[in-house]
């Protein structure tokens, strides 16, 4: 099996990398531009442990563009392709929409055009997200199929993104499939992100500001879930999936961030200096509640192979032993 990776250097994408090393013999060719979350040494760190002669290839090349016969040559027949590269920062998109709109839904189409032209045979992950969804009041959970209700840029451009490769599957007879992604932690996760941002200022004894509603009584929550059962079930989805359907990759358990910022503390054994604020006026864009119906994937016989309080303490305790990474 050969399988195109795009957005390999970043956070995610060298996760799956690691998955794939270790339990598969496939070779992946890895595409990306390496902008400011691509990080080549995240996969130069994982793949140390890895006998990888002649499995992995780089290609350097950014979607905004259209991939171009010379391109695609270099890339060569691929039997899968992980759609996993897109702008991803909340803040970013909400400063400068139109890069969201040229990375994510141009960046797309010209990914499934590519497939349409020179590979048809293959199958495709397209790597979606919760927030296409919106706020997820009460204690709804969005199935795959519910309606999108974007709050900012970056979750439009996702929803953008899904919508063509549903339109190129059918017009086309593509096979491509679609996860949508709870909130993902792990190692060498950019240090802007909630998790390492906590174990810094613990560390640190710095005051952590944590989201909550307008009367600052409950802070938000999420189902986080470890990248390795991302990559797991991204893995699982290529094997059981079919064309056409989308598929909730869910974490085990939810967790309100105060919550959450306590239990890393604690994995660290310092005291947690925290401050409740409210996310509408601190946080444009952003929601205190995301949730997604897994059930389907349970349904289909995954679920995540590690649970939420291990894959937490475990990345906490790598992050304290790597700190360059914060
Ligand atoms: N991190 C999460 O919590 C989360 C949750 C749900 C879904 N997702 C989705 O997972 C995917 C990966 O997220 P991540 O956290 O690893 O992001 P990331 O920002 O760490 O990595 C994105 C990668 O894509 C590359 N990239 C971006 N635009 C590109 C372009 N035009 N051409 C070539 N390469 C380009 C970047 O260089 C980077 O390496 C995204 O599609 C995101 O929407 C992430």
Sequence with gaps: MRVLLTGGAGFVGHHIIEHLLKTTNWEIILLDRLDLSGNLNRVHEVIRSYD????????YH???????????????KVDCILHVGASTHVDRSITDPLEFVYDNVVGTANIIEWMRVYQRDAKMIYFSTDEVFGPAAGDIAYTEWSRYDSRNPYAATKAGGEELCLAYANTYQLDIRITHCMNIFGERQHAEKFIPLVIKKVLDGG????????????????FYI?????????????????????YNIVGSEEVDNLTLAKMIAEVIGKPLQYELVDFHSSRPGHDLRYALDGGKMEMLGWKPPVDFTPSLERTVLWTIKNKHWL
């Design 52 to 59: 990888t002669k002649g499995r992995l290839k780089w290609v």
């Design 207 to 222: 005051t952590v500001f944590i989201h909550a509603n307008a009367e600052k009584t409950k802070a938000g929550s999420r």
């Design 226 to 246: 470890h990248a390795r059962n991302v990559a797991n079930a991204v893995s699982f989805v290529l094997h059981v999936g079919c064309a056409r359907e989308k």
């Design 62 to 76: 950014d979607f905004k563009a259209p991939v171009s016969s010379s391109t695609n040559s270099q890339i060569g």
